[in-house]
C-alpha cells in the first residue's frame, strides 16, 4: 500500500492549501434528459409545420364547403398558435413541463375552436378544427416523450398527414377554381 502515492501528481502530506487535485480526479457525468426549456426549444422547431398544418386545414374547408376565411383570420389563428410557445415556455418554468403541455395546448386549442365557431358559424367545422390541431398537439408531445424514436414517430405521422390530405383533396379540379369536379361527388368536411 505504500507504493499509491507514486500513481499521482501530488505528494502524500502536504502544508499548504496550494495542490492541485484535478488531475487526479475521476467520476461520472450522469446523462439529463431533456429539460423544460430544451424541450419547449423542441416544440418551436415544429412551430412552422403546426401553422401550415393548422392553415391547411382552414384552406381545405374553405374549398370543400364554400366557407371563405380572410387573411386577417389566418393571421389571427397563426399567432394563437405561436403564443402556445411563450405559454408552455412560462407555465413550464413553474410548474412541470408535461402539465404545462397541455395546459397550453387546452387553452390554444379552445381558443381556436371558439374562434372558428364564430368565423365559419358551424360548431361542426369548429370540432373539425379542434380536432386538428388536437392531433397535431397530441402528435408532437407523443414525438417529445419518445426520445429515441423522434424521427421515426415524426417522418411516419408526416407521411400519414400527407397521405389524408390526398385523400380529401383527390376530387378538387385545381384547374378549373377552387371547388369540386361537376363529375365528382362533394367531399364534405
Given at each position: ?25 475521476f ?14 426549444m ?5 412551430a ?20 371563405a ?9 397563426g ?15 413553474h ?8 395546459t397550453a ?9 371558439l374562434?372558428t365557431r364564430?368565423?365559419?358559424g ?33 417522418s ?13 383533396t ?11 369536379s361537376?363529375?365528382?361527388?362533394a367531399?364534405k368536411?
Amino acid at each position: 500500500m505504500e507504493a499509491l502515492h507514486l500513481n499521482r501528481n501530488y505528494h502524500q502530506m502536504w502544508t499548504d492549501a496550494e495542490q492541485d487535485l484535478t488531475s487526479s480526479s475521476f467520476g461520472v457525468r450522469l446523462f439529463k434528459p431533456a429539460d423544460g426549456y430544451q424541450r419547449t426549444m423542441r416544440t418551436v422547431k415544429y412551430a412552422i409545420m403546426f401553422i401550415f398544418l393548422t392553415f391547411l386545414t382552414f384552406f381545405i374547408i374553405e374549398v370543400l364547403n364554400g366557407r371563405a376565411v380572410h387573411p386577417i383570420q389566418y393571421a389571427l389563428v397563426g399567432s394563437a398558435l405561436i403564443v402556445f410557445h411563450v405559454l408552455l415556455l412560462s407555465l413550464s418554468e413553474h410548474i412541470s413541463f408535461n402539465v404545462s403541455y397541455i395546459t397550453a395546448s387546452v387553452a390554444v386549442i379552445v381558443m381556436i375552436a371558439l374562434y372558428t365557431r364564430s368565423v365559419l358559424g358551424s360548431g361542426r367545422l369548429a370540432l373539425v378544427v379542434a380536432g386538428m390541431v388536437t392531433l397535431l398537439y397530441g402528435f408532437l408531445f407523443v414525438v417529445l416523450q419518445a426520445e429515441d424514436y423522434a424521427l421515426l414517430l415524426g417522418s411516419l405521422g408526416l407521411f400519414g398527414i400527407l397521405g389524408l390530405t390526398m385523400y380529401l383533396t383527390r376530387r378538387i379540379d385545381w384547374f378549373t377554381g377552387l371547388g369540386p369536379s361537376p363529375d365528382a361527388e362533394a367531399v364534405k368536411v
